[in-house]
């Protein structure tokens, strides 16, 4: 079963052929960094007209790379939701029309759950049916929460963050401290060999004890990043002069060490609540090294697996999308032929 998946949920406009829910036979990326850097962010307009004009150069490329021809795509897959409107509209108007041309299946994917299943990506991804119940840090640049897989398929949302994503955070600081958008990648780059305790940035929501509920989740594994951002702002406020004076390294790793840190208490704490033996961290932000081995600090110490996720399939990608509607997992996609798409789809939380 070869699916062709396509991905433009946001900046990224994606194509990959994907058999059997495992093997990535291509993955392409465009990325719009370039035509939205200017603006400091993502801007929605110029996102959607990005897809319109680039997308059937990425199928073509996708179909190229796996040495595929039109017949030999068995189903169409694409992100349905979360995401831009615009932007989603563009991905599956344009897989609706390839679905109907060919007559093959339209299957829609829930973007975060695709993220959740990219662990499973690649060479030395692990088993789903040994690793499971898995415990996933999702950190995108529009979400971030602790997601239970407790079995294929089935997962709990313990815990999310009640405004900013870390991704976002990131993005924000940046901009603060002068660095290009994608901020995650240049806060990473600019903290190089700066000190992350330098600062005593705030980091996350106050601690509540387990019983305190939100949106029916434990306080305690929830995140808040709107308060960081602003500290930061106050602090160069008050120190004018830090960059200049040659602080931005001492800066970016202390902002980046106080989401990780958060990222981390969070994480702790739902492996201690779970009793989880695996854990693994998906979506753009979990590209940073430093997180990456804050992660395998935690596991070992705890001593439960990690599994990183390939850089590859970390960012937005369509092989995610492709694979996971090739998985056979129950309820992994959707019928998406009369079916339309959802900006605020949210993980179906058992
Ligand atoms: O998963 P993703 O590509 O798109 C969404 O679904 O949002 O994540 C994008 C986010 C951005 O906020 C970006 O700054 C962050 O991932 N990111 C990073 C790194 N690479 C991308 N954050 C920290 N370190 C990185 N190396
Ligand atoms: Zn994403």
Redesign the pocket.
């Given at each position: 079963m070869k699916i062709l998946g396509i991905e433009t949920?946001?900046d990224?406009t994606a194509a990959a052929i994907v058999r059997n829910g495992v093997e990535v036979l291509s993955n392409e990326v465009y990325s719009q960094v370039a035509q939205h850097e200017p603006y400091g962010g993502v801007v929605p307009e110029l996102a959607s007209r990005c897809h319109v004009e680039v997308l059937p150069g990425v199928v073509g490329r996708a179909l190229a790379a796996a040495g595929q021809a039109w017949p030999g795509v068995d189903a169409i897959a694409v992100t349905y939701g979360p995401?831009l409107a615009s932007s989603l509209l563009i991905g599956v108007a344009a897989a609706k029309s390839l679905a109907l041309r060919l007559n093959k299946p339209l299957r829609g994917v829930n973007?975060l759950e695709a993220?959740l299943y990219s662990v499973f990506l690649g060479e030395h991804a692990p088993d789903p049916h040994v690793v499971c119940p898995l415990l996933v840090l999702l950190?995108?640049?529009?979400?971030t929460c602790l997601v239970l897989v407790r079995e294929p398929g089935v997962y709990q949302l313990l815990g999310r963050t009640l405004d900013d994503?870390?991704?976002?955070a990131?993005?924000k600081g940046?901009s603060l401290l002068g660095l290009r958008y994608?901020?995650?990648?240049?806060?990473?780059v600019a903290a190089g060999e700066g000190n992350p305790v330098a600062i005593a940035f705030p980091r996350g929501l106050r601690q509540g004890n387990a019983s305190q509920q939100v949106h029916g989740m434990r306080r305690d594994l929830c995140f808040s990043f709107s308060g960081l951002k602003t500290s930061l702002l106050y602090h160069l406020k008050k120190h004018p002069d830090a960059i200049a004076n040659g602080g931005l390294p001492d800066l970016a790793a202390s902002y980046?060490e106080a989401v990780f840190q958060a990222l981390l208490d969070r994480t702790r704490r739902a492996l201690e609540h779970t009793g989880a033996a695996h854990v693994a961290c998906v979506?753009?932000?979990a590209?940073?090294?430093r997180?990456g081995r804050l992660l395998g600090e935690l596991s070992r110490a705890m001593g439960v697996q990690i599994h990183q996720t390939q850089p590859g399939y970390?960012?937005?990608n369509a092989a995610m999308i492709a694979a996971l509607a090739g998985s056979g997992w129950p309820h992994a996609s959707i019928d998406l032929m009369m079916e339309d798409i959802d900006p605020n789809l949210a993980i179906r939380s058992a």
């Open positions: 949920s946001c990224e995401g973007h993220h950190v995108t640049g529009g979400h994503a870390a991704g976002e990131l993005d940046a994608p901020g995650g990648p240049a806060i990473e980046q979506g753009g932000v590209r940073n090294q997180l970390c960012t937005d």
